[in-house]
């Protein structure tokens, strides 16, 4: 994690978890995972030698050949073109298309629709559909609200692999199906 979404997290007012965002009891700490890093041993990618993952930190801050190691990681990927981020449409976060307050992830826009939309009638496109490969940037939902009720209880990103080949998908369900009987 960053520092800033890290320090986000753990906020005196609710220490939350940087993955799950469970909150977190306070003061207590992971003992068998500290005894774990005391006792493995690994060995410094530089230098070649052994320490235990505790001292591998202070080891790396002072060791030469290992920011020499790093450094060569990291001229390696940068010298990889990077991706034209244009190409890949925003599916994090949304406009509401009723007012066109901006930067909705798709349960804020949900709730806010919810709680100041609820009896607006106009036909919009939906902008969590039309982000969706299949999504039609064009379609009106007769019922936004319902649409937004049933379609979107849940974020796509958990289910969907957006770069997978739908045939491919297909084949693997069919097999899987298959599998399960």
């Known amino acids: 994690f960053c520092t800033p979404c890290l320090q986000e997290c753990l906020k005196p007012k609710k220490p939350v978890c940087g993955v799950c965002r469970s909150t977190l009891s306070p003061g ?5 995972l500290e005894k774990q890093i005391e006792a493995t041993e690994t060995t410094c990618n530089g ?5 235990y993952l505790s001292k591998m930190r202070s080891h790396a801050a002072s060791c030469s050949k290992y920011q020499n ?16 981020t244009r190409n890949f449409p925003n599916r994090f ?11 909705f992830d798709q349960e ?4 806010h629709c919810k709680t100041l939309h609820s009896m ?8 969590i559909c039309a982000s969706m490969p299949w999504g ?6 007769a019922n936004f609200m319902e649409h937004l009720q049933r379609r979107h209880r ?6 969907v692999d957006y770069d997978a080949d739908e045939d491919d998908m297909m084949a693997q369900v069919l097999m899987r199906s298959l599998r399960d009987k």
């Open 93 to 103: 976060t949304f406009p509401c298309p009723y007012c066109s307050e901006k930067n």
């Open 69 to 84: 190691y790093i450094m060569e990681g990291v001229k390696a990927v940068t010298k990889e073109p990077l991706h034209n």
């Open 108 to 111: 804020g826009l949900v709730e």
């Open 47 to 51: 230098c070649n030698k052994k320490m």
């Open 136 to 141: 039609d940037p064009n379609y009106r939902s």
């Open 28 to 32: 207590s700490r992971a003992l068998d």
């Open 120 to 127: 607006d009638a106009k036909q919009v496109v939906c902008p």
């Open 154 to 159: 849940f974020s796509y990103d958990t289910f």
